[in-house]
């Protein structure tokens, strides 16, 4: 069993940067694929970012590309999102997934565990 935790949400103005971290306990970090997905009310959780175990590669969502950035410390067993440029339509709950099979998928029905959620709102 897996579990995550998010940190990092809050408010900001549009432009403005944030950076959200999720710590992962439970198993061995390494061995998983990380993803970071969000939801806003009335919509479904959609892909955001996602980073193969050695960190090596990351894919992202059209919406983001160029503005967000995940990453991870194997040895904190920690993946970050760092997120540039912020516009009042990133405004959602975040949400750090992990998948115990090697492939990167960017469905949320492929990841396994999932954190909480952190609340990130861009004001205009």
């Known amino acids: 069993q897996v579990q995550l935790a998010e940190s990092g949400g809050g408010l900001v103005q549009a432009g403005g940067s944030l950076r959200l971290s999720c710590a992962a306990s439970?198993?061995?970090?390494?061995?998983?694929?990380m993803g970071w997905f969000r939801r806003t009310p009335g919509k479904e959780r959609e892909f955001v970012a996602a980073?193969?175990?050695?960190?090596?590669?990351?894919f992202y969502a059209d919406s983001v590309k160029g503005r967000f950035t995940i990453s991870r410390d194997n040895a904190k067993n920690t993946v970050y999102l760092q997120m540039n440029s912020l516009k009042p339509e990133d405004t959602a709950v975040y949400y750090c997934?992990?998948?115990?099979?090697?492939?990167?998928?960017?469905?949320?029905?492929?990841?396994?565990?999932w954190g909480l959620g952190t609340q990130v709102t861009v004001s205009s």
């Open positions: 997934a992990a998948r115990a099979v090697v492939i990167v998928v960017l469905s949320p029905s492929g990841y396994d565990y």
């Open positions: 439970g198993s061995t970090f390494s061995s998983l694929v």
């Open positions: 980073i193969t175990r050695s960190g090596e590669s990351a």
